[in-house]
């Protein structure tokens, strides 16, 4: 049997891993966990809601491994399940989650005015990426936070090398004239 990891390609995992090669689902969760990371965390904004839904939508990959129609984009596939997943667990966080009165006084007490500062940056930041396309906050998050080259950002997304850099190019752009120099400046500072 050869080597999983960098040598076989998607498609070939998947077949094994849908022949009941554990090995093989194996390789496929190690090589798209970091972007499937990125995207959770982006829509979630804490690891450890990244975290869980990360690993809620890889069982739910493994469940449904027969439903993926194009096992060569099979990255594009997991994606897509970590946004749904991501998309369902934030409504959810909304209706049920509410921060306890003495956690925030404590940060008010701690610093109130950083605090505040910083919260404001958060909002601004979140509904600017808001605005992007999908593809556009795709790429501006695995490019820039997760540091992945243009060719990878192509491969996982499915779009050429000049596509990922001209949405990147767009996406900054756009992200700079929403959110100011003041604000990126500030926020840097904070």
């Known amino acids: 049997m050869p080597p999983l990891e960098g040598s076989a390609d998607d498609a070939a995992l998947v077949a094994r891993a849908r022949r009941g090669e554990a090995a093989a689902f194996e390789a496929l ?37 027969e439903d993926c129609r194009q096992p060569e984009r099979v990255g594009a596939w997991l994606l897509q399940i970590v946004r749904n997943r991501a998309h369902n667990h934030r409504a959810w966080r909304k209706v049920r ?36 396309t999908e593809l556009q906050r795709q790429v501006v998050l695995l490019h820039d936070l997760e540091g992945m080259a243009h060719k990878e950002v192509a491969e996982l997304l499915d779009i050429s090398d000049v596509s990922s850099r001209q949405h990147l190019f767009v996406a900054r752009r756009l992200l700079r004239e929403r959110l100011g120099t003041s604000t990126i400046e500030e926020y840097a500072h904070d």
């Open 29 to 65: 969760v190690r090589r798209h966990y970091r972007p499937a990371f990125a995207t959770a965390m982006a829509l979630t904004g804490t690891r450890e809601d990244a975290e869980d839904i990360c690993q809620d939508a890889f069982i739910k990959a493994l469940e449904r491994l």
């Open 97 to 132: 989650e509410t921060e306890p009165i003495e956690e925030r006084d404590a940060a008010v007490e701690h610093d109130p005015h950083r605090a505040m500062r910083r919260d404001e940056l958060r909002r601004k930041l979140e509904s600017a990426l808001g605005t992007l």
